[in-house]
């Protein structure tokens, strides 16, 4: 692979159009004609539907059309799939969920009916005149006390309000080194519901020209989605529907699935013949999107009389809401067992989990999507084995690492590289952990609890396997670059042409990126797991290395050379020893014309490559938060954060940092500050409203420290690891670790996330002797 502009820090060519407010985002899109719609949304948790009275909302001003569950079942609709595929002790059960309620109401703000107008305001006056008789019932909102005998139940088939029991490892193996180890540490956790909250709520526009729909969302892919519409909820060919996104502002694994939404949008665009424009206001996201995380449980770790790892075991209740959304029953089981155990070697892991239906929102993925919760667990039990048998924390991780490579996980991953011992050195020294004492003393001096937490983190890069990528050689003289993997936010627009440069020798700008649409793209799985560099990324390299191989018999004829006498470098074929050469772009120019063109050849030099890889990527780090707690509020102070991490080869390191620092942010709020809250017994979201649900705010943040170590992988022509996920992977453990050491002088030792001052003040008062 030639340098170029390889590991050169670039400025994201995408970011002139965002910032000066030329970004074209679902609802910039003028769709003359439109029509709006808006959805009436339960306000009870758990309630059967006795009746639904439309005939007011019809009468209004502008209403065309008023949907229910009764006109689903008269089209034929299905209801919304769950393609996750897991291996569970039996079957999982996935209950139906129709895009509209059928007789039953199973969270607070479950689409219940569809209304459609000429404007948004009309549609809104309308829902609020539908008559929805409704007999409440008892609702359940937490995984465990669902599980628990005398819970309500959500589901007839569904006993116990069990969706699937996930058991992983060898049970006999661990049971035998927990009954040998010299010592156990056991904790009870809790991973506390979140939402992605991108700064774009969900939209869409729904279109049917009399023989194919057209969707254009905001969304992370489109094959996918078109996939399960066509198959599972119209019963149509793929190609009776085209999917397509502008800018997306920000998914984050939540942008990633089909929403009842789409559905009512698509019906009442076919019913109407009219486009039909929808977006969710910032409180039907929060009720009626995807929510993520809410994994809870015990984990016990096993270690021998020297502080070696012998064992690790996790018996979990993972809450999948009121329906299994798409990929929910994947992230805490498959997810969380290629990650559960971390940087560690640690002989034997069980990894059990059990999915529970309550009366919430649906869980689904969300930045790491397993990975995080399986790296709290793990970390958790490193930080309280160090503190129960005296040792230090970074000394006990030290001696535990995982250091000769490739090297098979007790889950059975195979991992290639990684600098786990390198990373846990260098961010010592980043951090200036030998200086914290005297920082501590002098926050005593103020009347403040200091302290600092140091956490590891691996993660399992890959998302769904396989990739399609095609160059493509324009009229205008740009070199499309065509990707079935997607940016929603990441720099794709820089990242993909930096490489690209490098690889065919071209200037970047000569690029231009062509991404999530299915007329023009004809396979891709989007993006999610921080798949698009590696996977995508060699499907990339694959097609440039296709049209160097078209072209080079080409050139050859156009040197009258051998075709085995050319090299290539720099954009441009050179007769081996001589100064006869030819520009790639003459070679494309030339192609057009079959005058031009050896026997055999065939036009053009447009190529395209599929990337059938389903090989997994290792990111990893060590990360340290320094924090300051007021004991008299018990607010909590981050002061410092510093990480050092691997992301194998960096093509622009100042886009990963971004990356990176994203993450962490999102992170570092699931610690301290965020919270899906429903209240027990009624099932009402709390949280409704960012009046309600607090994310980070830029006064919340002090300066992200980020150091890389580059070790490349073997796994892809790039040597590439991904980063988009790792920052929301490593900040929960550490910023908790940081909080615990500063609260240890107290015999405070656990506390469960989010630690907000209220949280952290109650502990401190519980703690101190009045």
């Known amino acids: 692979m030639p340098e170029g502009e390889i590991g050169r820090s670039v400025r994201r060519r995408e970011d002139l159009r965002f910032l000066t407010g030329a970004g074209r985002y679902v609802m910039d899109v003028a769709v003359p004609g439109a029509l709006h719609g808006v959805a009436l949304r339960s306000p009870h948790a758990h309630a059967r539907i006795l009746g639904i009275d439309t005939a007011a909302a019809l009468a209004m001003p502008g209403i065309h059309l008023v949907l229910t569950h009764a006109d689903l079942l008269a089209e034929g609709i299905g209801p919304l799939p769950c393609p996750a595929v897991v291996v569970t002790v039996a079957p999982i059960i996935v209950p139906p969920r129709d895009a509209l309620a059928a007789d039953t109401v199973r969270h607070v703000g479950e689409a219940v009916a569809f209304v459609v107008a000429e404007t948004a305001a009309q549609a809104r006056d309308a829902a609020e005149a539908i008559l929805v008789e409704y007999e409440t019932l008892p609702a359940v909102v937490e995984s465990r006390a669902a599980l628990a005998p005398g819970a309500p139940q959500l589901w007839p088939q569904a006993p116990g309000n069990a969706a699937f029991r996930f058991e992983r490892g060898d049970k006999a193996a661990v049971e035998a080194a927990f009954a040998v180890a010299a010592h156990v540490v056991e904790l009870e956790l809790i991973n506390n519901r979140v939402h992605a909250a991108p700064i774009e709520p969900r939209a869409a526009v729904a279109r049917w020209d009399g023989a194919r729909f057209d969707l254009m969302f905001s969304g992370q892919g489109v094959h996918g989605i078109r996939r399960q519409l066509a198959q599972d909820v119209f019963h149509l060919p793929e190609e009776a529907f085209r999917l397509h996104c502008p800018d997306v502002g920000g998914g984050f694994g939540l942008k990633n699935f089909l929403f009842p939404e789409y559905v009512a949008l698509l019906l009442a665009a076919r019913r109407l013949g009219r486009a039909v424009v929808w977006t969710a206001d910032y409180t039907e996201d929060f009720q009626a999107a995807v929510h993520a995380r809410d994994l809870r449980g015990r984990a016990r770790l096993a270690l021998d009389a020297e502080g070696r790892f012998l064992a690790l075991h996790a018996d ?9 959304s798409s990929h929910g029953p994947a992230c805490p089981t498959n997810s969380v067992s290629t990650a559960i155990g971390g940087v560690y070697a640690i002989p034997s892991i069980r990894l059990e989990v059990t999915g529970a239906f309550t009366n919430t929102a649906p869980v689904d993925a969300y930045r790491g999507a397993g990975k995080p919760e399986a790296n709290y667990l793990t970390e958790r039990l490193v930080e ?27 889950l059975g991953m195979l991992m290639d590289t990684g600098r786990f011992a390198a990373n846990l050195s260098e961010l010592e020294a980043l951090a200036d952990r030998s200086g914290f004492a005297a920082r501590r003393a002098e926050g005593e001096a103020r009347g403040l609890l200091r302290g600092l937490g140091i956490a590891c983190f691996l993660e399992t890069s890959r998302g769904a396997p396989h990739e399609w990528a095609a160059v493509r050689f324009a009229d205008d003289g740009m070199v499309e670059l065509c990707l079935g993997t997607q940016s929603n936010g990441q720099g794709h627009e820089t990242s993909f042409p930096q ?38 990324g060699t499907a990339l390299v694959m097609a440039m290395e296709a049209v160097l191989e078209k072209a080079r018999p080409i050139a ?71 924090v300051e707690i007021d004991p008299e509020t018990g607010q909590v102070t981050l002061l410092r954060y510093q990480a050092v991490d691997d992301y194998g080869r960096l093509i622009n390191p100042l886009l990963t940092a971004g990356q990176v620092q994203g993450g962490l942010a999102q992170g570092i709020g699931q610690a301290l500050l965020e919270e899906v809250a429903y209240e027990p017994g009624s099932g009402q979201l709390l949280s409704a409203s960012f009046m309600d649900y607090c994310v980070p705010r830029a006064a919340d943040l002090p300066p992200l420290e980020i150091a890389f170590g580059e070790l490349p992988t073997a796994s892809n022509p790039l040597g590439v690891k991904g980063s988009g996920q790792a920052g929301a992977i490593g900040a929960p453990q550490t910023v908790v670790a940081a909080v615990l050491d500063a609260l240890a002088p107290l015999g405070i030792g656990h506390l469960d996330m989010p630690l907000t001052a209220e949280r952290v003040w109650r502990a401190i008062q519980a703690a101190t002797p009045q």
């Open 316 to 324: 979990l209740a993972a809450d999948m809401g009121a329906y299994c």
């Open 384 to 410: 309280a084995a160090a503190r129960q048998l005296a040792l230090d924390p970074v000394e006990l991780r030290r001696r535990n690492l995982i250091t000769a490579f490739p090297y098979r996980s007790a």
């Open 499 to 536: 490489f690209a440069a490098a690889h065919l020798g071209l200037p970047a700008e000569r690029f231009r990126l062509v991404q999530a649409d299915t007329d023009t793209i004809p396979f891709g799985n989007g993006h999610g797991g921080a798949r698009s560099l590696h996977v995508g």
């Open 556 to 626: 050859a004829h156009l040197l009258q050379a051998a075709p085995e006498a050319l090299d290539y470098a720099g954009g441009r074929f050179r007769v081996h020893g001589t100064e006869r050469s030819v520009a790639l772009e003459a070679v494309a120019e030339a192609a057009r014309d079959p005058a031009n063109l050896p026997e055999g050849t065939a036009p053009g030099l447009d190529a395209e490559a599929k990337n059938l890889s389903e090989l997994v990527t290792f990111p990893s780090g060590a990360h340290c938060a320094e």
